[in-house]
């Protein structure tokens, strides 16, 4: 699978959990933050090529697949990820609350979705 699949495959099942969630299937939800994850895990074992590729997802017409990789790239891209997520944290509902409290942890130093040895942003 390229890097180009991953993020599609990143992209794609951040968007099916958001809709199964708004459903309330969180048999399906689950499904596919399992799935996510091992996309992203696989991008983040590439190291800064995989970074670089989930980095196109930060301009994704869905906010919760911008949200979500944003989450993932704060220690990569510090300044474009905190941007993504303070614009999505001034709206109210499930995804922008994702957002802030993203936010929240980062600056409470709790934040972990990433490796603390991964390359500080660039």
Not at 30 to 42: P, Q, S
Request: proline letters at 2%; charged letters at 30%.
């Amino acid at each position: 699978m390229t890097l180009e699949d991953l993020v599609e495959q990143f992209a794609l099942n951040v968007a099916a959990q958001t809709e199964a969630t708004w459903r309330s299937d969180s048999r399906s939800a689950n499904k596919h933050a399992r799935k996510y994850g091992v996309a992203v895990d696989k991008l983040l074992a590439h190291g800064d090529a995989g970074r670089d590729a989930l980095l196109v997802l930060l301009q994704h017409e869905r906010m919760d697949v911008r949200v979500m990789a944003a989450a993932h790239l704060l220690r990569y891209r510090t300044a474009d990820s905190k941007a993504v997520l303070e614009d999505a944290a001034k709206g109210e509902g499930m995804i922008p609350f994702c957002a802030q409290q993203a936010l929240k942890r980062w600056e409470d130093g709790t934040w972990a979705l990433d490796r603390p040895d991964a390359p500080q942003e660039k």
